[in-house]
């Protein structure tokens, strides 16, 4: 299904937490690309600027991007019964599965077939998150003024390494000042 509208009626609860369940078990190890494809691309929750919008909020605030993601979704559609739904959905079956495969690599973490295999999996995780990178920053395509934004991000922090949180609080209120002035 391409990107498109959101639906006309917004989620159920129910459906906040199997949605979110499906985020947390099949996108185990890098939750971001299965959200945007199912927020966005499956269920048309939502569109895919206002994933992206949406996004940029929970990146923002302190915490695991998707948790935020999840408490925000849930709770824009369906209060906090809806927050409580995705967050529930989102980390439950995957906290058994880490438990599990912790104490499994524990027994076996010496071993060189465990150990290719961790990096095979390193290797596919950061091609997920690239591809995903993609997809989030395509709503800014033509738009000069916010890729230059992004830049200025991606420099500050993976290139200077300077610290997130002073970063954000100069980028943010500067951006949204620059935007507002060339408008």
Same mark, same amino acid.
């Given at each position: 299904? &391409? ?18 369940? &499906?985020?947390?078990?099949? !996108? ?5 690309? /299965? ?9 048309? /929750? ?18 695991? +991007?998707?948790? +935020?993601? &999840?408490?925000?979704?849930? &709770?824009?559609?369906? !209060? @906090? ?9 989102? @980390? ?29 999996? %390193? ?9 995903? %990178?993609?997809? @989030? ?6 738009? /000069? ?30 951006? @949204? %000042?620059?935007?507002? /002035?060339?408008?």
């Amino acid at each position: 299904m &391409s990107d498109g509208a959101p639906p006309r009626d917004p989620p159920t609860v129910a459906a906040l937490f199997w949605g979110f369940l &499906s985020i947390g078990v099949i !996108g185990f190890g890098g939750v971001l690309p /299965w959200a945007r494809r199912m927020m966005v691309e499956q269920r048309r /929750w939502l569109t895919p600027a206002e994933f992206t919008d949406l996004l940029g909020l929970c990146q923002f605030l302190p915490g695991p +991007n998707i948790v +935020n993601l &999840s408490v925000a979704l849930g &709770s824009r559609f369906r !209060g @906090i019964p809806g927050a409580i739904a995705a967050v529930v959905g989102l @980390i439950s079956l995957p906290m058994v599965i880490v438990m599990t495969l912790g104490a499994v690599y524990a027994a076996y973490a010496d071993h060189p077939v465990v150990a290719q295999g961790a990096e095979g999996l %390193a290797a596919a995780a950061s091609g997920l998150v690239v591809a995903t %990178a993609l997809k @989030i920053a395509s709503p800014l395509r033509g738009k /000069w003024l916010g890729i230059f934004v992004a830049l200025l991000v991606l420099v500050a922090i993976a290139v200077l390494h300077l610290p997130l949180v002073p970063t954000m609080l100069v980028l943010a209120p500067a951006s @949204i %000042a620059l935007h507002w /002035w060339v408008r």
